[in-house]
């Protein structure tokens, strides 16, 4: 008998046997893909992914003579001989890629090291023929059927190329989970995967939530914007007998998006059968603020958090058997009912090439995916995810609602590949008249440049108001002079800060602003306060940017429509001593052509107008590393797909720095001490990130030769631990610019 994995037993009683492995992960993995229609496909990825280890060389190696060998190339060279055609051929050459890559990872066709083209033209060592009658890779169509194939040739070759990594998400899944299965019955361990169906739930959970609004409704005044917010409400859930497809979500700043796209989610997935609800937000900055939303509203026992902020790198062979908890374990395939996540997470999982970023793809198809704040998918890989988007809805059953104040420009045709949006797929009734029934400020063009003197002197006429910038260099500034001028309550909010203390200072700032016992509060920050930070202020100061970026300012004042809109204004200015950055500066550019047609700044036509204007400005940029265009082609009857190269490239955030940790507080201080005490690296950088902050490289290294900051030892340059508490405070954060003083004595953490 061939075995597919070992255990101490010699006598191999319980030793799980090939056979059995391949035909368990085949049924999985077409179980995962018969959502798409990919069921016969996924099936013959799992029956071959293993067939390496039929030959001699692996069964050895696992009574313990020799090392391991190639037992992933064997099925990859199987399946592209078996006697398909047509379509079929290709689909075969598909599966190569995901057969060979289940342990790897998916590869380029051409790679530094030969790629795949160079694996399946190696000689493998010989199989024992029983897999022959053990396994049968069985007949019927590999396509899937119905599948709505682009006229465009290049985009059809990038919906192949994303069906492979769909067909790869259900092998590598179903490959983890029948092997966890198999040690976890031999050790006599329970692991728990058990989530509830999000079919079962959803009686239960929509009755919670109609009471949540319930209540919350009989408690709010009777406002117009109280109104406004039930109205827009009982559109978009009346709106969930539309067959699921693409949706937008067009309400203004403070008109109630989240709720009333979780209430669309939870009636639309009933409707139509839809397996789970993904809702991505665009900033770790803000999730803890919709999570504890989601939480009050539904409770714990169905949602998932995934995002930068908790995620562990692949952990150890003994972590990946028993040493997490459910959570962590749910991270791994998203099989939670309620996902809630990032775009980064989103996105870089939808191009990802590594076994552990692809696991969870499968459970996309037949989902509700919620985009909130759809604007910010950043520029120079807005095509590569919109046609992910498209492939979303197009081919897999999901639901997509791109659910903003201010709705980019991404319809078809105008946009280039863009996505088939039907303004009755519009989940608010009559966008134009909610922005004008929900104008709650007004609009203040200063026109000359203002001086931070102006600033700080504006911001003393007021008890309470708010200006953002577009630098931290210049936020830092100006809470100087404030503090300097005696102003009360002056409050610094950026990026300088770790993410704990900004989490400090904003319900600090909520404390003042409750308007039951109001506090002065002038807040200077940076944009990072625009996007889902509900905050209401009556007063607001934005220096020139992006149009989108203008109206998500303007959502932090009169926010909940108490005060009369002509006390609410909100002032957009030149600033006098610092330049915006250069890309700030062609948005702020690119606004002021739009409103020098004569539209006011809250004219949703405006809105319209600035995104075609910034992505014709942008052009070829809007896929700047060619992913569309480049990365998934055919060759000479061959797939050249970069798979890996593509992974590699696609990255939404673009920061260009590097982390300090801050260990000023006994939160971060015990990771620290945990750490020197055994904790793995990957659970040590997952606990640390509310501590850290993104500096400069340049700057670092400044801090790191100067003594301010050491790395701790033993772990390379893993971890550069801020040494001159004196360099940073809650108030600033920060101070890196104060690099090139004289540090701490040299020394180790």
């Known amino acids: 008998m061939q075995f597919a994995h070992s255990?101490?037993?010699?006598?191999?009683?319980?030793?799980?046997?090939?056979?059995?492995?391949?035909?368990?992960?085949?049924?999985?993995?077409?179980?995962?893909?018969?959502?798409?229609?990919?069921?016969?496909?996924?099936?013959?990825?799992?029956?071959?992914?293993?067939?390496?280890?039929?030959?001699?060389?692996?069964?050895?190696?696992?009574?313990?003579?020799?090392?391991?060998?190639?037992?992933?190339?064997?099925?990859?060279?199987?399946?592209?001989?078996?006697?398909?055609?047509?379509?079929?051929?290709?689909?075969?050459d598909l599966l190569s890629f995901v057969i060979a890559g289940h342990h790897a990872g998916l590869a380029d066709w051409l790679g530094a090291n030969g790629g795949l083209r160079s694996r399946l033209d190696k000689r493998t060592e010989p199989l024992d023929e029983v897999w022959r009658r053990e396994i049968s890779p069985g007949d019927g169509p590999l396509v899937p059927a119905g599948f709505d194939w682009s006229r465009d040739k290049e985009r059809q070759w990038f919906q192949l190329a994303f069906l492979?990594?769909?067909?790869?998400s259900c092998l590598v899944d179903a490959d983890f989970l029948d092997t966890e299965a198999f040690y976890a019955s031999v050790e006599g361990v329970e692991v728990d995967r058990s989530w509830p169906r999000l079919e079962d739930e959803l009686g239960g959970l929509i009755a919670r939530f109609d009471g949540f609004m319930a209540a919350k409704q009989a408690g709010a005044p009777a406002s117009p914007v109280n109104r406004l917010r039930a109205d827009i409400l009982a559109h978009a859930r009346a709106q969930a007998e539309l067959s699921p497809g693409l949706f937008t979500l067009n309400v203004p700043t403070g008109g109630g998006k989240t709720l009333a796209s979780l209430g669309f989610a939870l009636d639309h997935a009933r409707r139509h059968g839809l397996e789970r609800i993904v809702y991505a937000i665009p900033f770790t900055s803000v999730i803890d603020q919709t999570a504890a939303v989601f939480r009050e509203v539904l409770g714990d026992e169905v949602i998932l958090e995934h995002h930068s902020a908790i995620e562990e790198e692949v952990p150890s062979r003994d972590e990946q058997r028993w040493g997490r908890s459910k959570l962590r374990l749910a991270m791994e395939n998203w099989a939670a009912p309620l996902v809630l996540t990032t775009n980064v997470q989103l996105f870089e999982s939808l191009f990802a090439a590594r076994t552990s970023r692809c696991r969870k793809l499968h459970n996309l198809a037949r989902s509700v995916i919620i985009l909130d704040e759809a604007q910010t998918i950043p520029l120079h890989v807005l095509r590569p995810c919109v046609a992910a988007l498209d492939e979303l809805a197009r081919n897999y059953g999901a639901t997509i609602v791109l659910c903003t104040a201010t709705q980019p420009a991404l319809a078809a045709p105008r946009f280039a590949g863009g996505l088939a949006l039907d303004p009755a797929r519009e989940l608010a009734p009559d966008p134009a008249d909610l922005h004008a029934r929900l104008k709650r400020v007004r609009f203040d063009l200063a026109p000359e440049t203002m001086g931070d003197a102006d600033l700080v002197g504006a911001l003393g006429e007021v008890s309470q108001g708010l200006v953002i910038v577009n630098s931290r260099a210049h936020a830092l500034v100006l809470y100087r002079e404030a503090v300097a001028a005696g102003l009360e309550g002056v409050v610094h909010l950026t990026t300088r800060q770790t993410a704990a203390d900004r989490r400090r200072i904003l319900a600090d700032i909520r404390c003042r602003l409750d308007p039951e016992r109001p506090q002065p509060c002038r807040v200077i920050a940076?944009?990072?306060?625009?996007?889902?930070?509900?905050?209401?202020?009556?007063?607001?100061?934005?220096?020139?940017?992006?149009?989108?970026?203008?109206?998500?300012?303007?959502?932090?004042?009169?926010?909940?429509?108490?005060?009369?809109?002509?006390?609410?204004?909100?002032?957009?200015?030149?600033?006098?001593?610092?330049?915006?950055?250069?890309?700030?500066?062609?948005?702020?550019?690119?606004?002021?052509?739009?409103?020098?047609s004569g539209k006011a700044l809250d004219d949703p036509a405006a809105i319209q107008n600035y995104f075609e204007e910034v992505y014709w400005q942008k052009g070829p940029g809007l896929d700047r590393e060619e992913i569309l265009t480049e990365a998934f082609r055919v060759s000479r009857g061959s797939l050249d797909f970069s798979y890996r190269s593509a992974a590699e490239k696609f990255r939404m955030i673009e920061s260009g720095m590097a982390a300090v940790i801050i260990g000023h507080d006994k939160a971060a201080q015990s990771v620290l001490a945990a750490l020197a005490n055994g904790l793995s690296p990957a659970a040590a950088a997952r606990k640390l990130q509310p501590h850290v902050v993104q500096v400069p490289p340049q700057q670092r290294q400044e801090l790191l030769d100067n003594g301010h900051v050491r790395f701790v030892e033993g772990f390379d340059d893993q971890f550069a631990v801020l040494k001159s508490d004196h360099l940073y405070t809650m108030e600033t954060g920060l101070a890196w610019e104060q690099a090139g003083e004289l540090g701490v004595e040299n020394g180790i953490l």
Request: charged fraction near 20%; charge should be positive.
């Open 7 to 92: 255990t101490p037993d010699p006598d191999r009683r319980n030793w799980q046997p090939l056979s059995d492995h391949l035909t368990a992960v085949a049924a999985l993995a077409r179980a995962f893909a018969a959502s798409f229609g990919a069921g016969r496909a996924a099936e013959l990825a799992g029956l071959l992914h293993d067939l390496g280890k039929y030959s001699a060389p692996f069964q050895a190696y696992l009574q313990g003579q020799g090392v391991s060998v190639d037992h992933s190339t064997a099925g990859a060279q199987c399946v592209r001989g078996l006697p398909f055609q047509k379509m079929d051929r290709v689909m075969a």
């Open 526 to 596: 940076t944009s990072l306060v625009e996007a889902g930070v509900d905050l209401d202020f009556p007063r607001v100061w934005r220096a020139e940017a992006g149009l989108d970026q203008i109206m998500q300012a303007a959502g932090r004042c009169n926010r909940e429509g108490r005060r009369p809109v002509d006390d609410s204004v909100v002032t957009v200015f030149r600033p006098a001593e610092m330049k915006p950055p250069r890309e700030i500066a062609g948005f702020a550019a690119a606004t002021g052509r739009v409103l020098a």
């Open 164 to 168: 492979g990594r769909m067909l790869f």
